[in-house]
């Protein structure tokens, strides 16, 4: 075989071994291992970059913002800031048809703005809001789908660390991308709310509503979300006023979490732990991710598979609207499979060179950030797509009555929401770009 038959063929041995359960990072690992001991007949190049590909992946500053910010969400859970964030919302939107799970959402946008991980959104909000839903007789299909589908703006809301991996593998500022990932964010908040409310219309029997709430409570669950519009102010604020970069900004956000987590009594000793090594066991198991992925597109690289078919596609003379399409549907169709982070790192390195010489009216930087928040919506798709959306099963586990089916056919409304979403931000790219274009 040729070396870019190799690289070709590399793509189903890696399906095949993700299909029987071996970790995805492993995965990734052996296939480029074994590519690279099939194009050069020895393992010898393979262990020599082996020695310097480690330190040189794990050295780079930029990754230090991951464990901050998953550090962050773990204080601002522990400091009850998904509960005020909720009970806030419910005040404001409970007595509406479907206003609780609306609520759900918006404490969800709140979260995710200072946690930068769409599992933990998930997670967090489901202990805080699943219990209400289910009070307010909420149907149980529809209260695991709001909460999935919540989750997913946890990675697109700034911080969010799927965009981290995005700029370091395309060498794009971190605090652009953050900047054209803010209005696609509450594009898709605004989009859930619609489809709640027209969920409440057509099946009124799946969904209570709460009790209209006096002003007074409704300002005084306002004044508890100070903590968070503080630390969303600081960290972000912070970054467009050039006071800290985003590792920095990182790190104050992660402290701020931690004070005021520890003012409201939920931090302790025995929490500090629990915070510090759930936090070094979601780091390890992305750095893994990432060795892995490094390895196997140095294999690729050297298959010249990326340039190959980026050669082709130009030669062919294909639209660069329909290459764009089929990436994007491509994605769609791997997010029923695999996680939100592997299909960054997997196929980055092999689209954006292909994308990249296409001419799409933009500047190579304006390119970049719009291809990346396309990206990344159509990955978070991925999150509640059945049959493998990772949210899905997180929610679906905490409400042990409800049956997958139900979440499946629940959440089916959001994906389309989401579809519909990224064919406009796909239309029009200044949507995206507007924030950047304001602020550089």
């Not at 931090?267 to 390890?284: F, H, Q, Y």
Request: glycine share 10%; charged share 10%.
């Amino acid at each position: 075989m040729t070396n870019f038959e190799i690289g070709l063929w590399s793509f189903p041995v890696l399906l095949v071994l993700i299909f029987l359960r071996i970790p995805i990072g492993l995965a990734m690992l052996l296939v480029g291992i074994g590519g690279s001991f099939a194009i050069n007949g020895s393992f010898l190049m393979i262990m020599a970059q082996l020695k310097n590909l480690t330190y040189g992946t794990f050295s780079s500053y930029s990754l230090s913002i991951i464990p901050l910010f998953l550090l962050m969400g773990q204080f601002a859970a522990l400091g009850g800031m998904s509960q005020a964030l909720f009970r806030a919302a419910e005040t404001w939107l409970g007595h509406r048809k479907g206003g609780v799970a609306m609520a759900a959402i918006g404490a969800c946008a709140g979260f995710g703005a200072i946690c930068g991980s769409s599992l933990a959104t998930a997670a967090t909000m489901g202990k805080v809001a699943l219990p209400e839903l289910k009070r307010y007789g909420y149907a149980g299909g529809i209260s695991t789908a709001t909460l999935a589908a919540g989750g997913t703006l946890g990675i697109l809301i700034p911080p969010s660390v799927i965009l981290v991996i995005y700029a370091i593998l395309t060498e794009q500022n971190i605090a652009k991308l953050f900047a054209a990932a803010f209005i696609p964010g509450i594009l898709a908040a605004i989009g859930y709310i619609i489809v709640i409310a027209i969920y409440a219309r057509v099946k009124p029997e799946a969904v209570g509503k709460r009790e209209r709430a006096p002003y007074s409570e409704r300002f005084r669950a306002l004044l508890g979300i100070w903590p968070v519009l503080i630390v969303f102010i600081a960290v972000i604020g912070g970054i467009y006023t050039g006071v800290f970069t985003p590792t920095e900004a990182a790190a104050v956000g992660a402290f701020g979490t931690g004070v005021i987590a520890l003012i409201n009594r939920g931090l302790n000793w025995t929490t500090l732990k629990e915070a510090i090594v759930s936090t070094a066991g979601a780091t390890g198991m992305i750095f893994f991710i990432v060795l892995g992925a490094a390895v196997f597109n140095s294999f690729l690289a050297l298959s010249q598979l990326p340039q190959t078919m980026a050669a082709f596609v130009t030669e062919q003379g294909f639209s660069p609207w329909m290459v764009l399409t089929i990436i994007l549907v491509l994605y769609l169709v791997m997010g029923c499979f695999m996680d939100s982070l592997s299909m960054i790192l997997l196929t980055v390195p092999i689209f954006f060179p292909i994308v990249s010489v296409l001419d799409f009216g933009l500047t190579a930087e304006e390119f970049a950030l719009w291809f990346g928040i396309l990206i990344l919506i159509v990955v978070e798709v991925g999150l509640i797509t059945p049959p493998v959306g990772m949210n899905l099963f997180v929610i679906n586990s905490m409400s042990k009555e409800t049956r997958i089916s139900a979440t499946y056919a629940a959440v089916m409304p959001f994906v389309a929401s989401d579809i519909i979403r990224t064919a406009i931000l796909v239309i029009f790219p200044g949507i995206t770009l507007a924030l950047v274009r304001l602020l550089y």
